[in-house]
Structure formats: C-alpha cells, structure tokens
C-alpha cells in the first residue's frame, strides 16, 4: 500500500506564498499522475494541479498563472508552489497520485491525509 507523505500549508495573508510537497512510499512501478485536489466544506474535491508522465501539466483556470506544480523525479516527490494568494484558495489540499504496483498491473489511486491552506488577512 503506497502512503503518501503530505508537508507545506498553513495560513497566509491575500498575496502571500505558501508551498505544498507531498513524497510517496510503497511499492511504485511507474507513476501516471500525481498532483493535487483542493476541498472546501460542503463542496466536492476538485483538480487544483496535475503532472503526468509524458510531462505535461493541467491547472485548474482559477489558480492558472499563480501556482507551479514540479516533479522531482528520483525521489517521486511533487510540489506545488503557490504564489498571489487569494482568499478562496482557502481549503484543504490533497495529494493524489495514480501509479502502477507492478508492470502490467492495474492502475491505482492514492491519496494524501490533506492539508490545510488558509489565506486570510
């Protein structure tokens, strides 16, 4: 069972800068995507960033231009650095990976314990 290992967040005036990183553990094949959903109360969890591995990227529009999602490859580790915060980028953020456990094996989903992001002046 992959674990994902979730560190970055906090709180943060309108503007301000915070960064998320989040490093698997487990048994890792190859990994298709990773990166991160945001959730707020009463609200569905939602695509903020996402790497995959042909090395594209997809950001959500909301947070397109402020936030940088990167993938350190050798040690599976994705971050995401969020710049110009906003006060509804408040919410609690997940690490999501897709990966594979063995080659020819079925894809597999993992998420992150959250995290919580609070911006608020």
């Not at 995507?33 to 909301?62: E, H, N």
């Not at 020819?104 to 002046?121: D, F, I, P």
């Amino acid at each position: 069972q992959v674990r994902l290992m979730e560190s970055g967040g906090g709180l943060v005036q309108p503007g301000g800068s915070l960064s998320l990183s989040c490093t698997p553990s487990g048994k890792i094949f190859n990994i298709y995507i990773m990166g991160w959903y945001r959730q707020v109360p009463g609200k569905q969890r939602d695509s903020v960033a996402l790497t995959y591995d042909s090395g594209q990227t997809s950001y959500s529009d909301s947070v397109k231009g402020r936030f940088t999602i990167s993938r350190e490859t050798n040690q599976n580790t994705v971050k995401l650095q969020m710049d110009n915060l906003k006060p509804e980028d408040t919410g609690v953020y997940y690490c999501y990976l897709v990966y594979l456990e063995y080659r020819g094996g079925n894809a597999l989903e993992a998420w992150g314990q959250g995290s919580q992001v609070t911006v608020s002046s």
